[in-house]
């Protein structure tokens, strides 16, 4: 309870915050199109809480999704999402579950917790299947809980690499999941809607994902200089969403218990040990594992480091493409990143990339305009 003293005080402090809510200047360029204040980054070294890297389970051809027999076993693959698993989780995991359910069982095991794994088993739940999910690793240790987040599939193939067949199966992923975390927006699963600006290159820059799908990008609109407070010349709007995986892992975690099901903390060395399982179907979601457990030599990773900044409840918009570098805004933290290391297996962070990645932010947010500040 408030006494009529502290009730007082706490009002006399309002005609301060609301002067300090209130912009000095400012015009439509210091705002999103969907009306939220842009506002900068403070960078310095002293607000760094932590650094981290993940490896991104990549395959130039493209993701795999695809059945298999193995002795009397269904194998179905669910794996190599690149930098674009959290994204197109759902996607592939609806297609791995189209697999599933053209077999007359209804009992299956699915290899891994993250992202891919726990879209997939979900799925199998919502058919009315009965699902263990079998893991080395829970979050809040998979690649998955490194992920920035953001929906958008980038770095998941290489051009020259895929087929049709993988395009049609890419696109298809990319539609089911972006109708599927429709439905998971808001504070539950750690899902919103957010500005993003993307720093295009020369004056005729472009970006490939949008300019293919641009049902799937929101709110895209080029801006001129004059049209936005950053110091840079050719910028693209999106609108997208962006996953916390902090609060979205967790939750689904809680949602595949909460649906009956069970969980298995278990590693497997070979796949004559995943053959061993009871169950007759078998989705396989362990990312980078399966280079190991199904001899797949084409999966590599693509190391990823991030900084995290304190958490700035004010900064609500994303970067990307400032010399390579991107700025996401999360509740766990400013996520700063910026780094794509082929065949890179070393899960330390690199001081050096560190350093590139603070000083290459603090430049950019420094030199952006903000009325508030
Ligand atoms: C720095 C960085 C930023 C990223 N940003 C984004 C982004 O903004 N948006 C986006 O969509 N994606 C992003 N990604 C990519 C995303 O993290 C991956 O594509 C995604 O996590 C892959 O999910 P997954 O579930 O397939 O694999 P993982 O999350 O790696 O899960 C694999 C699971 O399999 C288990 N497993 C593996 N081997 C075995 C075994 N032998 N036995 C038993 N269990 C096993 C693991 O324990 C784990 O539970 C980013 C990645 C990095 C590194």
């Known amino acids: 309870m408030f006494n009529r003293r502290q009730i007082l005080q706490s009002m006399a402090t309002l005609p301060l915050l609301s002067a300090c809510a209130l912009p000095r200047q400012g015009s439509a360029r210091n705002y999103t199109p969907s009306g939220m204040p842009l506002r900068r980054v403070n960078v310095s070294d002293d607000r760094v ?22 002795n009397d076993k269904v194998v179905i693959h669910n794996y190599g999402h690149g930098g674009g698993g959290i994204t197109l989780s759902w996607g592939t995991s609806h ?35 009965e699902v263990a999910i079998y893991s080395k690793d829970l979050p809040p240790n998979t690649t998955s809980n490194v992920a920035g987040g953001q929906w958008s599939p980038t770095s998941v193939y290489s051009e020259d690499s895929v087929t049709p067949a993988f395009l049609a199966q890419f696109e298809s ?22 500005s993003n600006y993307m720093i ?12 293919t799908y641009p049902g799937m990008y929101p709110q895209r609109l080029r801006l001129a200089p ?42 497997f060395r070979d796949r004559s040990e995943v053959l061993q399982l009871d169950e ?16 797949d030599n084409e999966l590599i990773p693509i190391k990823g480091q991030l900084t995290f900044l304190l958490p700035q409840e004010e900064v609500d918009y994303i970067i990307i493409g400032n010399s390579g570098l991107y700025m996401f805004p999360r509740s766990d ?20 990339a560190t350093r590139r990645i603070i000083d290459g932010h603090r430049a950019f947010f420094n030199a952006m305009e903000d009325p508030w500040a």
């Open 49 to 70: 809480i932590r650094t981290i890297a993940g490896l991104r389970p990549y395959r130039p051809s493209g993701f795999v999704v695809r059945a298999e027999r193995m």
């Open 95 to 129: 297609l791995a579950m189209e697999l599933a359910t053209q077999t007359q069982h209804r009992r299956c095991a699915v290899l891994g917790s993250g992202a891919t794994g726990l879209s997939a088993a979900r799925l199998m739940q919502n058919a009315g299947w």
């Open 226 to 267: 004059s049209d936005h407070p950053f110091p840079a010349n050719n910028i693209l709007h999106i609108d997208t969403m962006l996953a916390e995986p902090a609060v979205y892992l967790p939750q689904m975690m809680d949602d595949f218990q909460i649906a009956g099901g069970k969980i298995v903390v278990k590693e």
């Open 173 to 194: 992923a990319m539609r089911h999941s972006y109708r599927y975390y429709q439905n998971l927006v808001g504070p539950k699963y750690g899902v919103r809607w957010i």
């Open 333 to 352: 933290g400013i996520l700063l990143g910026g780094t794509y290391e082929r065949n890179n297996w070393d899960t330390t962070p690199d001081p050096q």
């Open 200 to 211: 295009l290159s020369g004056d005729s820059g472009t970006d490939f994902l949008s300019d």
């Open 280 to 295: 007759p179907v078998i989705i396989n979601c362990t990312g980078l594992g399966s280079r190991e457990l199904f001899n």
